[in-house]
């Protein structure tokens, strides 16, 4: 993991982090410059970035190790992500946030579904979660080689397995949710936002926020114009700063 804090902020337990990853279609995830993360970090936070299998940044077997049947390792490092920040000092158990977009996206909302004890709040961009039923929908079929092929019945039962719509169960208190989806997304539909927000909001066993923010006239990537970005990321990091107990920045 990429491990990014302000130079006073406590190696304690007592900082908020959030945690995101990816994971999937050879994509290597190495330290960049990303303007979102700053307020975070400023108000204190810790931002941790983790390079997971399925990833490319340790070669083809890497990315291997995180595809198609293999694909829960991708969702097992990650969860091991989250508990090592914990044991390390970085964050307490529920203090950690996660976030993720598009294949990222799937890998919080499984995380979520998986690990449901574990995290503070969760953050989830343009997602897959109906993993049964991709294939059908937007870009779907053309990442058959990635995840497998929900025709085919190899490929129906370890998708099924882990796909976070199947496994959201009634009476479970998930953390609290925000969705982000965009209303002409023709890579990732909206369906998979939209089935997933009823299913987790129907099975809370106690009141917790589930939010669906849905961009219009957007596409996967978000909105083209600076003022619907700086809005999308105000509301995500204004959900996360209430979730955890963060003071927002003081804007000087």
């Not at 490929?155 to 953390?175: E, I, K």
């Not at 978000?222 to 979730?243: I, N, P, R, W």
Request: proline content about 6%.
């Amino acid at each position: 993991m990429f491990i990014v804090r302000r130079k006073d902020v406590p190696k304690n337990g007592t900082a908020p982090a959030l945690l995101t990853g990816y994971g999937g279609f050879d994509q290597s995830m190495t330290p960049s410059f990303l303007r979102r993360t700053l307020p975070w970090v400023d108000a204190g936070g810790v931002f941790a970035l983790a390079n997971l299998r399925g990833g490319g940044e340790f070669g083809r077997r890497w990315h291997e190790a995180g595809m198609r049947e293999k694909k829960q390792n991708v969702f097992d490092d990650f969860i091991a992500a989250a508990e090592a920040l914990g044991q390390q000092g970085w964050a307490a158990p529920k203090r950690i946030a996660i976030t993720g977009r598009s294949n990222g996206g799937l890998l919080v909302g499984a995380a979520m579904v998986q690990r449901p004890d574990l995290f503070a709040a969760v953050v989830c961009g343009v997602p897959l979660l109906d993993m049964v039923r991709y294939t059908q929908f937007g870009s779907g079929r053309t990442w058959a080689e990635e995840f497998g092929d929900p025709g085919v019945e190899a490929d129906f039962r370890w998708l099924y397995a882990y796909s976070p719509y199947h496994h959201v169960a009634a009476g479970t208190r998930y953390p609290p949710l925000l969705l982000l989806s965009a209303d002409h997304d023709d890579r990732v539909d909206p369906m998979h936002a939209r089935k997933f927000w009823a299913a987790v909001a129907a099975a809370e066993a106690t009141p917790q926020p589930v939010l669906l923010r849905i961009e219009r006239n957007a596409g996967h990537g978000g909105a083209d114009l600076v003022k619907q970005s700086v809005a999308e990321s105000v509301d995500t990091l204004a959900f996360l700063f209430a979730e955890l107990g963060v003071p927002a920045p003081t804007l000087h």
